[in-house]
């Protein structure tokens, strides 16, 4: 499986962007989708993940709200819609899949991931 995300950019405070993954491949592999996101200086950390068939969700609490994860499995896409966009949303975001049901926050539990992309939030 190969992804590919898109969509990053530059947003003032307040601001949206909606962040897209294109899955390929071997897709009837994926169960669960997600993405996270690495600040500067940080640890890669969770953010949100879906389930590829039925669509479960599951937010990390700093995001819970404002941010909306989805999949259109009959494109092979994921999305990432984030609303009310803060500064310390700047990270690069990277959607990952796993061929298990994760009911974990762990990166280490996806096997394939996307390449990554900016998002900057400006105050």
């Known amino acids: 499986v190969q992804l590919q995300a898109s969509g990053g950019g530059l947003v003032q405070a307040g601001g949206s962007l909606r962040l897209s993954c294109a899955a390929s491949?071997?897709?009837?592999?994926?169960?669960?989708m997600g993405w996270f996101r690495q600040a500067p200086g940080k640890e890669r950390e969770f953010v949100a993940r879906?389930?590829?068939?039925?669509?479960?969700?599951y937010y990390a609490d700093s995001v819970k709200g404002r941010f909306t994860i989805s999949v259109d499995n009959a494109k092979n896409m994921l999305y990432l819609q984030m609303n009310s966009l803060k500064p310390e949303d700047t990270a690069v975001y990277y959607c990952?899949?796993?061929?298990?049901?994760?009911?974990?926050?762990?990166?280490?539990?996806?096997?394939?991931w996307g390449q990554g992309t900016l998002v900057t939030v400006s105050s």
């Open positions: 879906v389930t590829w068939r039925n669509a479960i969700t």
């Open positions: 990952a899949g796993s061929p298990d049901l994760v009911v974990v926050t762990t990166a280490a539990a996806y096997d394939y």
């Open positions: 491949g071997r897709t009837f592999r994926l169960n669960t």
